[in-house]
């Protein structure tokens, strides 16, 4: 097994989904390479601070009485199961059933899993990509990737523009490409902004939470924040490490004009288009901490 191998299963290793031999296979490799040990480290601190993160965010734990409204239908639903003397453990099974649905239903309504893991693989990229260079995956670039993943990704030859004028400066383009991390395809444009570095991601949306205007999801992680915008069948996101009112402001500029491309792209999606900047007031999300 080779460093390309464990990057590409590094998170189903850490997940701990992989099989008894690919297991043994990684720990032998990480016994003879420290890079492969510092990045497999660095994803496990990562996870454990996203998770963290989200665990100690109020806007995300369970309603007020959810337990105790859980233990009542699991009463109620063990004296409504009809009695089986051949097979006692009907009633339990179904228990258990019906306790998977409504925990199932309460968390994927306040769509705790899929805001952790967009916010998982976009601080992933960010770092890996942007920051690091070194990524998960050889990035594509944005031609390839429209023709072999998704054509909204032809959007972003040329949306944002070069250069786009912002009240703390210019916020300049210096990369445009595909990548992908933890399994998901990402167009990447990477902007430099008051000295930082800004990632730029546009990736197909599955049930992210989130609007048509910026919101904060979760809380700042080393440093770094994402911000969201979502249409109806995208997710743009901005990740840095500048301040969430800086960030929030450059996503207000750059996101939401993306954001309204992607959801209109007319006959060319290459096509020149005019750049639109948001109303600040009309705009502004609810920030989430």
């Not at 996203?50 to 009542?72: I, K, T, Y």
């Not at 008051?194 to 904060?216: I, K």
Request: aromatic share 6%; glycine share 8%; with cysteine.
């Amino acid at each position: 097994m080779n460093c390309r191998d464990v990057q590409d299963i590094a998170d189903s290793f850490l997940r701990e989904e992989l099989r008894t031999q690919t297991n043994r296979d990684i720990l032998m490799h990480l016994g003879t390479c420290g890079s492969c040990r510092a990045e497999i480290d660095g994803r496990r601190r990562l996870r454990g601070a996203l998770r963290a993160a989200f665990n100690g965010s109020s806007d995300l734990q369970p309603p007020m009485g959810f337990e105790a409204r859980l233990r009542n239908q699991l009463r109620n639903a063990s004296l409504e199961a009809p009695a089986v003397s051949a097979f006692p453990w009907l009633g339990v099974a179904a228990g258990i059933a019906l306790a998977a649905a409504l925990a199932g239903g309460i968390f994927l309504n306040r769509s705790m899993a899929p805001a952790e893991a967009l916010a998982r693989d976009a601080i992933g990229d960010h770092w890996y990509c942007a920051l690091k260079f070194r990524l998960i995956r050889r990035p594509v670039p944005l031609e390839d990737a429209a023709k072999r993943f998704d054509s909204a990704f032809r959007v972003l030859l040329n949306v944002p523009p070069d250069d786009v004028s912002m009240p703390g400066g210019p916020a300049r383009v210096v990369d445009r490409h595909s990548c992908g991390y933890g399994g998901r395809r990402f167009g990447h444009v990477v902007i430099q902004y008051r000295g930082r570095v800004v990632s730029l991601l546009v990736t197909a949306r599955a049930d992210e939470p989130g609007g048509a205007a910026p919101h904060v999801i979760g809380r700042p992680l080393n440093g770094l924040s994402v911000v969201s915008v979502n249409g109806s069948r995208h997710a743009v996101l901005l990740v840095s490490d500048l301040g969430r009112t800086e960030l929030t402001e450059l996503s207000e500029s750059v996101s939401l004009p993306l954001a309204q491309r992607l959801e209109d792209p007319g006959p060319d999606r290459s096509a020149p288009v005019a750049w639109l900047i948001a109303d600040p007031v009309a705009s502004r999300g609810r920030l989430v901490d």
